[in-house]
């Protein structure tokens, strides 16, 4: 079917038409079918695609194991709630004297300003892991970026920054031309609901971010992202400036991050230290792993799959158990973790290489495999130059 | 770059598939919510079925309040029922729609959301200040009254909406209870204050630092641990080498627990003093004999010091067959002010509920509701308590309603007066007695004068 | 401020008595990753398995008998805590990480999150959320040093993880089936035309790694009286943590590192409050730790002891 449509342009115009009237709808066939809290979850599950998709250049592209990068995602969150909530007025008298209101930016302010300073934040910390490998990188920047979580935590005294644990409120909603985000929209005597705005808000952003990676995978860049995660040390004699690119990565994937994590602030309208725990770092991965590394489509799946599956399951179990037990036998929040951790097993048991995997990755792996099965029980020399091809 | 574009259509197309196909697994537990509306539905008689949502967490840590704060509703909903309740001709049918929110933020939003679109007309809860602020932005744009029983921070009804109520006293109120307990009750000329920088531990143990400082004691040491934390003995050995009067924790009663043990090996005696969220059977189980004498707070009355507690427990017992937890009297309260709303509006209209609930007056089992300005109830009433014999005891009752208050003081009056007659021997004890009687007659004036 | 010579005696203490808390833990997955170059996610939900199970036996053991000395119940827990663990090992190996061998690297940690995920939902089922804790059978009457108290379990504690620690180096370094897992370290292939079988010597560092996730458990848990399903996690990413500090992989490194992140956090909590006034609290313990750590890689990128075997730059 794809060969179908390569050859035949009118029918690629045709789907990409489809596609676009489909996502279009969207958010109404599904607050039709399933109640506008779906909605609501398809919008954190775009959220998080930008997340993993970002994620994915540092882990997939460059081959770097980043188990911190919500920290970007915070910075974001925490940047846009200072800049459009009355809090840094109401708590610091230099700016209530300059703004008496609080600091309300503009959209087209803010979501720039959140990728630039989540990119600082990416090569700031980047920087001091250049020479780190494997594990010893995912620790530091496991450190890394618990130590942002607890500044954020605690950045209440004895200058109150962020607000502390109780977290940052009343922060503005979007709004595009003069458009609030948070009131239902009527055009022509037909009524948009808040979270349909932000859906389509969010697929834009997602939709630009798509297309930038997919652009910057077979850019020079990209090839040489690729080239350091396959072998540094070759990468470096080919003339690659290894530091620099690695640099890069960190500040991209940063950049989605803050990104993300400015539209999560906006779309709560309240911030606080416990959305951005460790575990959410291991989700984005698992996401990124999950999905194919490295493969952008393999990557948006998983990310979709991840954010949706729980909140399926949590549908489902309840319902499901009281309809075959008449009455609830196993508590459903361990019940739907059970189930979310045996699916990450089997997943990795059946498709090690993730559900959708690169088309090259999963040739290099089935030669692996079938080298493998000449001697089954080998383990690849650690030592061996393949390190970092292995990640 | 065609095949570019091909990539991009085909992801989207896979997203939008993945994501429409997530959408339509769905539609079967959606009407299945609704079922049992169905049914109660048809209307011979003129009906009019009033949904009231509730949230906590069902699941997780501390699922088990949760579940509570669901009991507490349900008797309620079930109570009105029975008491048939007309409003403009047409009998009320009450509707309790639970849902669970993890204690998560984000899902807390999602589980308002699908209140929101479930139509229900008011609702009770979240549990957690964490959930309960991202939640109550969502039902304020939907015109939807949000009553929490046990949300104790105050930024939650300082946001300015109007759907905005609590029926258990804030943060604040019981920070400021405490800190003059430590500074005037305990003596305490020097304390040291830890809490677990969780939103309610923080809030509340600033609180405490205020009150305490503003009663003349001072603060010598601010500690702080984390709410998975099971070793304290660094910020204990420090707080040793300052020698405070009082220990003040901010945190829960899994924190509390192991904390006490650690205190009493370091070789620490110092009176130690705690919130709410460590004021728990569990705590004492926990600290084993560590827990003797040490000191802590409820937001809201004893169970057995409210207007009808005692009627509420039995009756909790007999239905739901296990022990009230802490805030199921304020959830049941809760649903009976919205019904007083919805009697007074003549309407069960979301937005005539709204308008309503300001001038709430409702008798529950907690003591008269009324809400401030901000939609803080007034008067909510701190109980402190201390550990004797592995047990909570009750010391002081502070603020509360005025009729809870009366009867608090009767119940007092009476018992006391009752132990005096029992050691005191002959007249004298009658007489005592016929006095306790005598103040409690006043007190019951008081209180019908208060009714009125 | 007055400096209190005891105090600083009694933070030294529990620095030490933390620190071999994490060493103990940390032993486990520096075997693991000594040998397969894998980071066991689950090591911690193995030791908490282990505290449960243990906890579990003394209780009931507790309700039966409650006068027997207290030895003989952490014994009598520590026994049947162990070759559950075991089993536990060998099976998590066999069925997430054996398939694995070949597959790409992230592939493995993928499964032992999940497996972390299962084992925690699995003790939640069995024992329930709340806080277990231990009857009243452990001496709490502490000895008092200098102005400084530790308890004997304290003291037990301490020598335990070192004479475990040493007991380990011995099985590597003199044993037979130590020289074994060198080899299968160095290289599993050529390991294996030597006519060792490589996989029996996995499995069984997984399950000498699972039974001391089992006495770390039960010591963990005795210490601080208390025993619940999510314990484990944690645990398991400071002693991780403490591994790599050591430098992940060598024994005396994951003990070393164990004893050093103890004292640091509780140092770090007991004086750089006062010493920045204020300012860097005891909220900030965790920050020093991780300052250390990053502080310690940046210089010596296989941690304290480690050897450089993966660099190549």
């Known amino acids: 079917m794809l060969a179908a449509l390569k050859k035949n342009p009118a029918a690629k115009w045709l789907g990409l038409a489809l596609v676009v009237i489909a996502l279009a709808v969207l958010p109404f066939a599904v607050e039709a079918g399933a109640g506008r809290s779906w909605v609501r979850i398809i919008d954190f599950a775009l959220l998080y695609i930008m997340l993993a998709l970002g994620l994915n250049i540092v882990v997939g592209f460059a081959g770097l194991l980043d188990l911190g990068y919500i920290a970007f995602y915070a910075v974001g969150a925490y940047m846009w709630a200072l800049l459009a909530s009355p809090h840094l007025s109401a708590n610091f008298p230099a700016f209530a004297a300059m703004f008496p209101g609080g600091l309300h930016f503009p959209i087209w302010i803010l979501i720039p300003m959140g990728a630039l300073v989540a990119a600082i934040f990416g090569v700031l910390l980047g920087a001091p892991t250049l020479r780190l490998r494997g594990d010893y990188l995912a620790i530091v920047t496991l450190g890394f970026g618990e130590i942002i979580r607890i500044f954020l935590n605690n950045l ?148 979709v799959l991840l954010a949706t599956l729980p909140e399926a399951i949590r549908y489902t179990v309840v319902p499901a158990q009281k309809m075959l037990f008449d009455r609830q036998i196993v508590d459903p929040e361990s019940l739907r973790m059970l189930l979310f951790g045996l699916a990450l097993i089997l997943v990795m048991l059946y498709r090690p290489a993730g559900i959708w995997p690169s088309p090259v990755r999963k040739r290099e792996f089935a030669t692996a495999e079938k080298a493998g099965k000449l001697e089954p029980e080998q383990y690849p020399d650690r030592t061996e130059a393949s390190e970092g091809a292995r990640l | 770059m065609q095949k570019k574009l091909l990539t991009v259509s085909v992801v989207a197309a ?439 | 401020m007055t400096f209190h010579p005891e105090i600083f005696l009694q933070q030294i203490i529990n620095g030490l008595v933390l620190g071999s808390i994490y060493a103990l833990v940390a032993l486990g997955y520096t075997m693991v990753y000594g040998i397969l170059g894998l980071i066991n996610f689950a090591h911690g939900e193995v030791v908490m398995i282990g505290a449960l199970t243990a906890l579990s036996v003394i209780l009931a053991l507790h309700g039966a008998a409650p006068d027997l000395p207290a030895a003989l119940f952490i014994l009598a827990g520590t026994l049947v805590a162990i070759p559950v663990t075991m089993a536990l090992g060998y099976t998590i190996e066999r069925v997430a990480y054996r398939p694995l061998r070949n597959a790409p690297r992230l592939a493995p940690l993928i499964t032992a999150i999940g497996v972390s995920i299962v084992l925690q939902n699995v003790a939640l089922l069995v024992w329930g959320r709340s806080y277990r804790s231990w009857p009243p059978i452990l001496p709490t009457t502490p000895h008092t040093i200098l102005g400084a108290n530790i308890t004997d379990l304290q003291i037990f504690i301490v020598l335990a993880a070192a004479a475990i620690m040493a007991g380990l180096m011995l099985l590597v370094n003199k044993t037979k089936l130590g020289r074994a897992m060198r080899a299968t370290a160095e290289n599993p292939a050529v390991a294996g035309l030597m006519g060792v079988n490589v996989n029996v010597i996995i499995s069984v560092t997984f399950v000498i790694g699972a039974a001391l996730g089992a006495i770390a458990g039960v010591m963990v848990s005795a210490n601080y009286q208390i025993a619940h399903y999510y314990m484990g996690f944690i645990l398991g990413l400071k002693a991780f943590t403490a591994a790599v500090l050591g430098g992940i992989g060598n024994l005396a490194g994951a003990m070393l590192g164990g004893l050093l992140l103890g004292l640091i956090e509780s140092l770090g909590a007991g004086y750089i409050g006062d010493l920045t006034g204020g300012f860097l609290g005891s909220h900030y313990q965790d920050v020093f730790a991780f300052f250390v750590l990053i502080v310690v890689l940046i210089f010596r990128p296989s941690g304290l002891v480690g050897e450089r075997v993966a660099e190549r730059a």
């Not at chain 2, 003040?248 to 370091?266: C, E, N, R, S, W």
């Open chain 1, 156 to 303: 209440n005294a004895p200058v109150n920054i962020t607000n502390g644990p109780q977290g940052i409120n009343k922060i503005d909603p979007f709004s595009i031309f003069g458009i609030p985000f948070n009131k239902p929209l009527s055009v022509f005597g037909f009524t948009v609901p808040s979270v349909a705005l932000y859906y389509y808000l969010f697929l834009a952003l997602t939709i630009v971010i798509i297309v930038i990676t997919l652009r910057l995978e077979d850019s020079r860049i990209g090839r040489a992202w690729v080239a350091i995660r396959e072998d540094e040390i070759a990468a470096k004699a080919m003339g690659i400036n290894t530091r620099n690119v690695k640099l890069l990565a960190f500040a991209m994937g940063a950049t989605f991050g803050g990104v993300a994590g400015g539209l999560f602030a906006g779309f709560q309208g309240f911030v606080s230290p416990e959305s951005f725990t460790l575990m959410e770092s291991i989700m984005v991965l698992a996401m990124v792993v999950l999905g194919g590394m490295g493969h952008i489509p393999g990557v948006v799946l998983g990310a």
């Open chain 2, 14 to 452: 896979f997203a939008a598939l993945a994501l429409a196909g997530c959408g339509k697994e769905e539609p079967k537990p959606a009407p299945k919510a609704e079922a049992p509306a169905a049914p109660a539905a048809p209307p011979p008689p003129p009906q009019i079925v009033v949904k009231i949502g509730h949230v906590a967490p069902l699941t997780g840590n501390i699922a088990h309040l949760g579940k509570d704060n669901e009991n507490g509703a349900r008797l309620a909903v079930d109570d009105l029922n029975a008491m048939g309740i007309a409003v403009d001709g047409k009998k009320l049918v009450f509707e309790l729609v639970g849902e669970d929110d993890q204690a998560d933020p984000k899902t807390g939003t999602v589980v308002a959301q699908k209140l929101v679109d479930a139509k229900v007309n008011a609702v009770v809860g979240h549990l957690n200040s964490g959930t309960t602020i991202p939640a109550s932005k969502i039902y304020n744009d939907a015109g939807i009254a949000q009553i929490s029983p046990s949300a104790t921070n105050p930024t939650y009804t300082q946001q300015g909406f109007k759907t905005a109520f609590r029926v258990m006293a804030n943060d604040v109120q019981q920070g400021s209870v405490l800190g003059s307990y430590a500074a005037k009750s305990l003596n305490a000329k020097t304390v040291a204050i830890i809490d677990d920088r969780t939103a309610y531990g923080q809030g509340l143990a600033d609180e405490v630092e205020k009150a305490a400082k503003a009663g003349g004691a001072a603060v010598v040491a601010r500690e702080f641990t984390k709410n998975d934390a099971t070793d304290f003995t660094a910020i204990l050995t420090k707080i040793k080498g300052k020698k405070p009067d009082v220990i003040f924790y901010g945190g829960m009663d899994a924190q509390a627990g192991p904390m006490l043990k650690q205190i009493k090996t370091l070789g620490i005696k110092t009176k130690f003093l705690t919130g709410d969220g460590g004021c728990s059977p569990e705590m004492i189980k926990l600290a084993g004999d560590a827990s003797e004498g040490v000191y802590c707070s409820q937001a809201g009355l004893p169970l057995d010091k409210m207007p009808r507690g005692a009627d509420f427990e039995k009756r909790y017992k007999a239905k739901f067959n296990t022990d009230v937890q802490i805030y199921s009297p304020y959830s049941y309260d809760a649903v009976l002010v919205i019904a007083d709303a919805i009697k007074r509006a003549n309407s069960a209209d979301p937005a005539k509920i709204v308008a309503e609930l300001p001038n709430t007056a409702t008798e529950g089992v907690t003591g008269k509701v009324q809400f401030d300005d901000k939609g803080d109830v007034k008067n909510g009433a701190i109980t402190v308590y201390t550990v004797k014999g592995g047990k909570l005891d009750v010391l002081e009752v502070q603020g509360g309603s005025l009729v809870a208050k009366a009867e608090a003081a009767v119940k007092d009056a009476v018992k006391d007066a009752k132990e005096a007659a029992k050691e005191a021997a002959g007249d004298a004890a009658k007489a005592v007695g016929q006095a306790a009687t005598a103040v409690g007659q006043e007190a019951k004036k008081v209180e019908e004068a208060v009714k009125k």
